[in-house]
């Protein structure tokens, strides 16, 4: 595993123990994009493939375009010494729907015959009673030419995402909704009677707290107050004191975030209901979530509150007081999670603990992107100019392009590198998709190399 | 610029690092063989396990050796019938005289740090001086971290230059006060710190008895402070991560900001671009759906590198 070390601090063992179980499926013709997509799938540590070729049948995977950087798509899989499985097979219009419950993801790159789509959007206009019309994973669809290129990414479930690895994590310290243990610690602490130098160890959340217990009940408790009632304390603090700083500037964190959960309970009503109108297939993860979500419906019908999930952020403190104060956050949120988890026996007892573990944990994170309605033809119907030029020339309906000389210059000039962006972000779109961390895009971006812009916009 | 659109002048490249970000800017320069004739890829560093889960032109068997060499080799094996000439050379930048940076049409890094960026900055800064305008590099400078990275463009004496974004950059880590470190520590990192800064100041990391000390004195420190240890990550290659500040890398970050800085060259030598008010600095994120954000760096009338040019 040390081979994969540096990427392993982006998604860890979970997420890299899907990459190298998932099975990918390429439709396309042998060209820059597909090789240099496969490259940076191999590379990472997928491997299993199926690439359903739509080149000319001749020459189904040696090197007769000049363009290419490997002569042979067997140099690709050699890029991992452990064993990648391709299985290479023309592109064919009467494929067996079954055929697509095999794969975590479909991409499908660069092809110029509209029948394909139409394959597709026939699958899922197929009545919903129609068992086997169950199964259609993720589609990616990219395409570069010249300066250009696009990547459209179409869920037809809801998508979830439990680490998104927000850059800056939001801690929720619900100062003003105290348990019995977190008052019994803080009610320790009684500021009149500590001296100068416990007063500077003290972390901040105990100023916050204190300030809040501190404002008449009739009063609005807000940050604002907080600042009041710190600005006037009269204590032995000097204004370097570092925790006497933090506690000014976090005192935001004071209060139970309603923001979040506005946003928290808006992402399980939707989920909820997206998951009730489709009943097609979802992944593992996926289901596991909406069964979650569901559970913890029930949880905030009885509890009201979006639980903890444990960790509070470093502050300046003595070590016994922050590490105490730690263990009363992770104790709380153990208790709150057995009471989650109390429910999650009753109604869904096969979701292994680690899993739960995982949601808990992320409750204050959680992502999810819709799926989609629309067949994949309505792409046409973009009001992104410059996507609805690249479908044109992609799919040799060029008249429909108004060009001036820069952009006709910019169709000309070598797209090798520009194959090498788009193909960089299909791959990475496919795995943020199948570790289920980090949200992918929502759910088209295009890139304009000539101004050097990636415009991201929903189909 | 000399470069006017459809002349046939071939161009002279060098190209800094030869790691993930490098082997992709030197693979994607070669289909562009009607316009460059000549690549120096220049790296000091040898090749290790942890590169290759982003690196297409080394294998395991490579580990050790040269990465400018062996990226050169690589091409040599591959495309016997090239025509552009590929040098390579395993040498410190630093060492990079005048005479020889001036050879260069364009200069293009895909670096790890940031001391050598800076260098060569002066020096093609320098250059442009010293010649009156005479000589004018461009010099694209790549860089990434995990999901994100970043395309600086630099017109010596046009554009902003490396040095005026100097202030830009996140301050080196936030510095937690060594008192707190040595009687205050609260997470495993200031346990970390203090092991490697005080107990245990002469450990080598190459050393696997070592490491496994370093494991032992960490975890008894963390035992003592009550610091609870999440048996699940904490580990050697946990402790390496902290002390070598190690930044998370992946394939396809590399190819997309590789990428970018090299259709920056074509659009230079295809004069795509007004260089009056060049959008010279982009950023990309993809660690949240697709970000990418492009703007003039304005230049830093103070800069000590460029303010006199
Ligand atoms: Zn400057």
Redesign the pocket.
């Given at each position: 595993m040390e081979k994969y070390d540096r990427q392993l601090r982006l998604w860890g063992d979970n997420g890299q123990s899907y990459i190298e179980s998932a099975n990918i499926c390429i439709i396309g013709p042998h060209n820059p994009l597909l090789q240099e997509t496969l490259k940076n799938l191999i590379l990472p540590g997928f491997k299993k493939f199926n690439w359903l070729n739509t080149s000319d049948s001749s020459n189904i995977q040696s090197n007769n375009n000049n363009d290419l950087f490997f002569n042979d798509i067997n140099d690709i899989l050699k890029l991992n010494e452990d064993k990648v499985e391709l299985s290479i097979e023309l592109w064919n219009n009467s494929i067996d729907k079954s055929f697509w419950k095999n794969f975590q993801i479909l991409i499908i790159l660069s092809i110029n015959d509209k029948s394909i789509i139409s394959y597709f959007d026939n699958l899922l206009s197929l009545p919903k009673n129609d068992n086997d019309s169950l199964y259609l994973p993720p589609i990616i669809l990219a395409h570069s030419i010249g300066l250009f290129g696009y990547v459209h990414l179409k869920f037809f479930n809801p998508h979830f995402i439990l680490e998104t690895h927000p850059d800056y994590p939001r801690y929720d310290l619900i100062l003003d909704k105290p348990w019995p243990q977190l008052k019994q610690f803080m009610d320790k602490l009684d500021l009149t009677n500590l001296n100068d130098s416990l007063i500077s160890q003290l972390p901040y959340v105990v100023f916050l707290y204190k300030a809040i217990e501190a404002i008449p009940n009739n009063e609005i408790k807000s940050t604002t107050s907080i600042k009041n009632w710190l600005g006037n304390i009269d204590l032995p603090i000097n204004n370097g004191n570092l925790n006497f700083i933090q506690a000014k500037r976090y005192s935001y964190l004071a209060f139970y975030d309603t923001e979040s959960e506005a946003r928290i309970l808006k992402i399980l009503k939707d989920a909820v209901k997206f998951e009730s109108e489709s009943n097609l297939w979802r992944d593992n993860f996926n289901n596991n979530v909406i069964k979650l979500v569901k559970c913890f419906k029930i949880y905030l019908d009885e509890f009201k509150f979006i639980p903890i999930n444990g960790e509070i952020p470093d502050m300046e403190s003595k070590s016994e007081y922050f590490i105490e104060l730690e263990k009363v956050y992770r104790a709380k949120s153990e208790s709150d999670k057995e009471k989650f988890k109390g429910i999650t026996r009753q109604n869904c007892p096969e979701i292994p603990d680690d899993f739960i573990n995982l949601f808990w944990k992320n409750i204050r994170n959680i992502a999810f992107v819709k799926p989609s309605k629309k067949p994949i033809h309505y792409i046409w119907d973009t009001s992104d100019l410059l996507f609805r030029d690249l479908l044109e020339l992609q799919f040799g309906t060029e008249n429909n392009v108004q060009m001036d000389e820069k952009f006709q210059l910019s169709l000309v000039v070598n797209s090798y590198s520009t194959s090498s962006i788009i193909a960089g972000i299909a791959a990475q779109e496919v795995l943020k998709v199948i570790t289920h961390q980090y949200v992918p895009v929502d759910d088209a971006l295009v890139y304009n190399g000539l101004d050097d812009e990636i415009n991201t916009f929903s189909i | 610029m000399n470069y006017n659109s459809g002349s046939a002048i071939t161009i002279k490249i060098l190209i800094l690092g030869a790691g993930g970000l490098g082997s992709e800017i030197l693979k994607n320069l070669i289909p562009l063989n009607k316009i460059i004739n000549e690549i120096h890829i220049i790296d000091f560093d040898t090749i290790e396990l942890t590169n290759l889960n982003r690196q297409f032109l080394f294998n395991e068997n490579d580990i050790g050796k040269p990465k400018a060499i062996v990226a050169k080799s690589y091409f040599d094996n591959h495309f016997p019938d090239l025509d552009i000439n590929i040098i390579a050379h395993n040498e410190d930048i630093f060492n990079l005289s005048m005479d020889f940076i001036q050879s260069f049409n364009f200069v293009i890094s895909g670096l790890d740090s940031i001391e050598p960026r800076r260098f060569i900055?002066q020096k093609i800064?320098q250059l442009t001086k010293d010649s009156n305008y005479n000589i004018c590099i461009p010099f694209i400078d790549g860089g990434t971290e995990g999901f994100k990275g970043h395309v600086k463009t630099i017109i010596p004496g046009i554009t902003?230059?490396?040095?005026?974004s100097i202030d830009t950059l996140p301050s080196i880590q936030e510095t937690v006060p060594m008192c707190t470190i040595a009687n205050n520590p609260r997470s495993i990192e200031h346990i970390i710190q203090y092991v490697i800064n005080v107990q245990f100041t002469n450990a080598n990391l190459d050393d696997k008895s070592h490491l496994d000390k370093l494991l032992q004195l960490c975890i008894e420190r963390a035992n003592q402070f009550n610091i609870t240890i999440d048996e699940k990550k904490f580990n050697v290659n946990y402790i390496l991560g902290v002390i070598k500040k190690i930044i998370p890398s992946v394939s396809t970050t590399n190819a997309i900001i590789a990428g970018q800085c090299c259709n920056m060259l074509i659009k230079i030598y295809y004069d795509l671009l007004n260089f009056d008010n060049l959008k010279n600095f982009s950023i990309y994120n993809g660690s949240d759906s697709v970000f990418n954000y492009v703007y003039v760096h304005q230049?830093?009338p103070n800069?000590?590198?460029?303010?006199s040019i």
């Open positions: - | 900055n800064l902003s230059c490396w040095e005026c230049r830093n800069c000590t590198v460029c303010s």
